[in-house]
């Protein structure tokens, strides 16, 4: 169902990006900062990504649920069937290390299920997106769409997964945000298979990597919030991945009452 927006999505996330960069390339900028400050150059960048991406999605029919707009009570919210979940800039730590891993994520969710989600990456040029009908694809050295079709963009982009021949099993992991638990589901991985490589990634990148096939799992034993992963559960769903809750068959679940979410799991579909 969130076919005929995914180019309203794609053109939010581009031009958010091309904001987020502007402040992020100014050598004026100081990012030696670790909490979101009023008037910071982060809080800036945040700010005019998110009424970027307000401005794109208002013409939808859709409410829309962002990280950096009004949270609504779950008493309104709980009548949304259809909704934006958005992040203008997810990534914030590394953003402030300008180590260029974050991204701008926006995803349609529809009865809980995130069906389309669109991904970008301002620094790098990468862009990744994908409808539950469609598939998934991914985008590079990418910052404009133009005149462009869904389907010329889907002829471009290179579909997801890729049969990645890495070699070993590959666990990619938060390179800010590495709990004891994880480091443990990691000693448990080495034990199950002999040739274990861990990869560390900032932001969303991370769910990015399992349904690209550059990575075979991301365990995330510690705190995110629903915005922090509805666009990159969609991309992952759409290339045949899951984003399943810890020690549970049962994927996340979007719009809830409780906006943070359960620790999870990304890897192939079990079933």
Known sequence: MGRQYILDA????????ADILSIYNDPASDFQIEKKADNSP????????????????????YPLLSEEGKHLSYAERSTWNTLWIVDPLDGTKEFIKRNGEFTVNIALVHNSVPVMGVIY??????????????????????????EASLEELMAEAVRLPVKDKHS???????????????????????????????????????ICLVAEGKADVYPRFAPTMEWDTAAGHAIARAAGM????AEKEEPLQYNK???????????PRRN
């Not at 709990?179 to 990869?199: A, G, N, Q």
């Open 10 to 17: 794609i053109d939010a996330a581009l031009c958010a990006g």
């Open 42 to 61: 982060l809080t800036i960048a945040d700010r005019k990504a998110h009424e970027t991406i307000a401005g794109y999605l208002k013409n939808t029919p």
């Open 121 to 146: 990456l301002p620094v790098k040029k990468e862009l990744y997106f994908a409808e539950e009908t469609l598939g998934a694809y991914k985008l590079s050295g990418f910052t404009t769409r133009g």
């Open 168 to 206: 070993g099993f590959v666990i990619v992991a938060s390179r800010s945000h590495l709990s004891p638990e994880t480091e443990s589901y990691i000693e448990k991985m080495k034990c199950c298979h002999s040739d274990v490589e861990l990869v560390s990634s900032g932001s969303s990148i991370k």
């Open 242 to 245: 899951e984003v399943y809750q």
């Open 257 to 267: 009452e409780d906006l943070l979410n359960p620790w999870f799991i990304v890897e």
